[in-house]
Nanobody, 121 residues
Framework: VQLQASGGGLVQAGGSLRLSCAAS????????MGWFRQTPGKEREFVAA????????YYVDSVKGRFTVSRDHAKNTAYLQMHSLKPEDTAVYYC???????????????WGQGTQVTVSS
């Protein structure tokens, strides 16, 4: 399974961006998909995840109320809608998928390439 992330860019503080993560296989039996982010010199940080079937989602505290994760079954794609962006949200964002458990509970087996999000102050 390959994951293709897109949608990063440069935005001013308070702005919005939407990241997309498309899975390569239409028969992709994902249990969940989600997002991590990483800045230089720091460990990769969990951001959000969504159960592919139920739509249950959970978030790291720092993004609650600002970020929303969703999925589109027909397009085999997960999204991360980011509002009220802050400079501290600047990072490389990675999408991930797991066929057995919620992303974020353990290291996911499937990863997309990173997409850079830069929030200017």
């Amino acid at each position: 399974v390959q994951l293709q992330a897109s949608g990063g860019g440069l935005v001013q503080a308070g702005g919005s961006l939407r990241l997309s993560c498309a899975a390569s296989e239409r028969t992709f039996g994902s249990y969940s998909m989600g997002w991590f982010r990483q800045t230089p010199g720091k460990e990769r940080e969990f951001v959000a995840a969504i159960n592919w079937n139920s739509g249950y989602a959970y978030y790291v505290d720092s993004v609650k109320g600002r970020f929303t994760v969703s999925r589109d079954h027909a397009k085999n794609t997960a999204y991360l809608q980011m509002h009220s962006l802050k400079p501290e949200d600047t990072a490389v964002y990675y999408c991930a998928a797991d066929t057995n458990r919620m992303v974020g509970t353990t290291t996911p087996p499937y990863w997309g390439q990173g997409t850079q999000v830069t929030v200017s102050s």
